[in-house]
Each structure stands twice: as C-alpha cells, then as structure tokens.
Nanobody, 126 residues
Framework: DVQLQASGGGLVQAGGSLRLSCAVS????????IGWFRQAPGKEREAISF????????YYADSVKGRFTISRDNAKNTVYLQMNSLKPEDTAVYYC???????????????????WGKGTQVTVSS
C-alpha cells in the first residue's frame, strides 16, 4: 500500500518561511497526483497545491499563489512545499495525499484522493 508522511512543520513568525516534505513509500513514485491540504480547527479542509509527479504540472489555490511553491524530487520519492511570506492565516495542520487514477484536473475539481498521510502542524505567529 502507499504511505505518505508530511514533515517539516513548526512555529514561524509572520513573513517567515518553512519547507514541508511529503515522503511517499510503498509504491513506485512514477505517476501520482500529489496534493497538499491544510485544515485549521473548526474549518473545512482546503486544497492548496497539487503536482503531477510524472511531468511536474502544478496547481495553486489563490490563497497561496505567489507565496508557496510545490516541487518534487522523483529520485527521492518526495514532494516539497516551500512556503514563503507566511501569514497567521496559514496556521493549520498540513497534509499530503496522493491520487493514482486521474490527472490533476480530476482531483482539483472533485477531490477523492486515494491515500492520505498524517499531517504536520504549521503555526504562524504575528
């Protein structure tokens, strides 16, 4: 089975940066849609970025566009989320997830990611 583990969260001041990592194991890192999601207490889960591992196609939600950058290292079976210019409203638990059956458009529009990892806490202070 596919396992994903998000890491790299922590406490940072507003305006600072963090880089999250999503390590994928249990299956070849050939062609997945990998998404980053976040959820703050009492709020709905928000999809913030996706990448297709085979070709690097990317998507960003408006809330993070221009500040966050998603990338992948296929040799390391890892997807990264570089988060710059962090704001207090970015505070959330961040999760990565994988979709194996469709391209980015499907998961962006419809959700239904197949595999989920445990989240990592990001806290941005002001």
């Amino acid at each position: 089975d596919v396992q994903l583990q998000a890491s790299g969260g922590g406490l940072v001041q507003a305006g600072g940066s963090l880089r999250l990592s999503c390590a994928v194991s249990g299956a070849p890192f050939n062609d997945y849609a990998i998404g980053w999601f976040r959820q703050a207490p009492g709020k709905e889960r928000e999809a913030i970025s996706f990448i297709q591992t085979i070709n690097g196609s990317k998507y960003y939600a408006d809330s993070v566009k221009g500040r966050f950058t998603i990338s992948r290292d296929n040799a390391k079976n890892t997807v990264y989320l570089q988060m710059n210019s962090l704001k207090p409203e970015d505070t959330a638990v961040y999760y990565c997830a994988a979709g194996s059956n469709y391209g980015l458009g499907h998961y962006i529009e419809r959700g239904g990611m197949d595999y989920w990892g445990k989240g990592t806490q990001v806290t941005v202070s002001s």
